[in-house]
């Protein structure tokens, strides 16, 4: 399986001729969801979900999501099925398993939305925007590294509680260049000390994973 990251939160899975798209959101390159087979989306936030961008998918590719993003999907010519914490289905080929209900609290006066997080093929966990620790071992975890919901110390711990093999930075795009020097730095030094391949790939960048 082939993963690459696109902007931001984005990446795009491929294998056997199938390509899965997650969260292709206002903050990623339109580009990214070209010749997608299934697109996944953990919850509604701007940076994850670009409904204008959705309305270019054609009949024939489904979007799995929460109820929460559903509802503003009214009208997409993909067809769009709602899933939740603790389902399992088929997407273009890839197994794909949810976990997680909300995402992170932002702000006391900001309301909590929904938010699911994916597992693919057992292997790659996208969480969305939250802490949730999948429900089984993986081999490669995309971490959160930045946004108004977190802190360092809190990566740090997922890391550790998670304890994949690799982990690559996602939800990256609002820093600027000396930000994303620190990403770099804390990924490959818990990647030293985990003993794993943690790193940030630029856009377009990609890694064959193996099982």
């Not at 199938?18 to 940076?47: K, M, Q, R, Y």
């Not at 693919?120 to 919901?149: C, K, N, R, Y």
Request: charged fraction near 20%; charge should be negative; proline fraction near 5%.
């Amino acid at each position: 399986m082939r993963l690459t990251k696109h902007g931001h939160a984005c990446v795009r899975l491929e294998k056997d001729g199938s390509t899965l798209v997650i969260d292709p959101g206002g903050l990623t390159e339109e580009s990214a969801i070209e010749g997608a087979n299934a697109v996944l989306i953990t919850h509604e936030h701007f940076d994850h979900l670009e409904v204008k961008r959705l309305a270019s998918l054609g009949p024939d590719v489904q979007v799995w999501t929460c109820a929460g993003v559903a509802a503003q999907l009214d009208g997409l010519s993909a067809k769009v099925n709602v899933v939740g914490d603790g389902d399992s289905f088929t997407a273009a080929g890839f197994e794909v398993g949810v976990a997680g209900r909300e995402h992170a609290m932002i702000a006391f006066d900001v309301p909590v939305v929904q938010n699911v997080g994916f597992l693919i093929d057992g292997e790659v966990f996208h969480p969305g925007d939250a802490f949730t620790v999948p429900p089984q071992p993986v081999g490669t975890l995309l971490t959160p590294t930045s946004g108004p919901w977190m802190k360092a110390p809190e990566m740090v711990d997922y890391l550790l509680e998670v304890a994949p093999r690799r982990a690559y930075s996602i939800h990256d795009g609002l820093y600027n260049d000396v930000g994303l020097m620190l990403v770099d730095a804390i990924l490959t030094r818990r990647g030293k000390a985990q003993e794993g391949d943690f790193r940030r790939l630029r856009t377009g960048e990609s890694v064959l994973l193996d099982a």
